[in-house]
């Protein structure tokens, strides 16, 4: 099974027609390996993903889950916080994104493909994915998710994306959660977090298109945990050869995952964190007409090898006007996602 760890060389096999769709992972750090596949065959299907019912009755439902480790412990996230608000004040960055980690324990070793489904089983919109990370070196690792945000999709001449910046943990009472997602509305903070965004994809996209429809403002839009600013953006390309993947690649990383300026927020986050891997890169696939979609690697987790663990990451958009605390507590809410599906 042929595979590309250079993005622009699967773009260039697309291109040629070599290769009838490319599937898979890019990272968060620009200069790392892809992890890009050429599937064995191609199935497609219009609707929702529907699991199989393998993995919803009998032995193939069956996962135990515990959580074995925090990366970083809630109070050195909080300390790394507030040290990015006193950067932002001071010095010519804007925006950083900053992500903590927790660290899952299976026994006995779980499928994949079982976290999948509980995840499309629990997602407000039937989304999911899971991609192969063998080829960047992770041998027999998965991604696996379920994101609201898109990328970037093509589809013919047309390109779209949804960005998402600026959210609110949901609550369970409807009237107090209706205030939230009012409130986030016209929350001077989160929409100011929100403009970096489309700004970016603005700047990005515009050279390559005829026509591009940007909101002035955007939507509230929300998944069972959360409450997202978004804004629906699509435009018409000037060359329809450009494929989904080169977009993807010229789009990301978005101040959605990464900050602004991007290669300050960049230089931040690899100084604070650990290693991403492809937590805040892009799932997605291209095929050799172009067409494609790439989603934004969030609400997921890595799998590894074994099946025994899984890293799940969760992060936040920190601003000058940013509350440690609540930041923290965004972080909480976003990884209810992949914990609940596991029965954490």
């Known amino acids: 099974m042929e595979s590309f760890t250079d993005p622009w060389a699967a773009v260039e096999a697309l291109r040629a027609g070599r290769v009838p769709m490319v599937v898979g992972a890019l990272p ?84 994949p493909l079982l976290v999948a489904a509980r995840l499309i089983d629990n997602s407000f919109n039937r989304d999911g994915f899971i991609a192969d990370l063998t080829p960047a070196g992770r041998e027999g690792h998965m991604i696996v998710g379920s994101s609201p945000e898109v990328l970037v999709k093509r589809q013919g001449s047309t390109v779209s994306a949804y960005p998402l910046a600026g959210s609110a943990p949901r609550e369970a009472d409807r009237d107090r959660d209706a205030v939230v997602g009012t409130r986030l509305r016209t929350s001077g903070k989160d929409l100011s977090e929100h403009q970096f965004v489309v700004d970016h994809l603005r700047t990005a996209l515009a050279p390559l298109c005829s026509r591009l429809d940007i909101p002035a403002h955007p939507e509230v839009t929300k998944t069972n945990e959360m409450w997202h600013l978004a804004t629906p953006i699509v435009g018409t390309l000037k060359d329809p050869a450009t494929t989904a993947l080169e977009l993807a690649l010229r789009v990301h990383p978005t101040p959605a995952i990464c900050g602004t300026p991007t290669d300050a927020a960049e230089a931040l986050i690899q100084t604070a964190e650990s290693d991403r891997g492809f937590y805040s890169g892009a799932v ?61």
């Open 28 to 111: 968060f750090d620009r200069g790392a390996l892809a992890a890009l596949t050429v599937p064995e065959s191609i199935i497609r299907e219009d609707g929702p993903l529907e699991p199989h019912s393998h993995y919803r009755q009998g032995p193939g439902s069956v996962l135990h889950a515990a959580i074995s480790g925090v990366d970083p412990e809630p109070q050195e996230h909080l300390r790394r916080v507030e040290a990015a608000i006193g950067t932002i004040r001071q010095s010519k960055l804007d925006k950083v994104v900053l992500a903590r980690a927790v660290d899952i324990a299976f026994d006995p070793p779980v499928d």
């Open 284 to 344: 997605g696939w291209c095929d050799d007409s172009g067409d494609g979609e790439y989603m934004v690697a969030i609400r997921c987790a890595e799998v590894a090898g074994d099946g025994r663990s899984a890293r799940a990451w969760a992060g936040g958009g920190i601003v000058a006007d940013s509350v440690a605390e609540e930041e923290l507590e965004e972080t909480t809410a976003k990884l209810r996602t992949i914990l609940r599906s596991l029965g954490l």
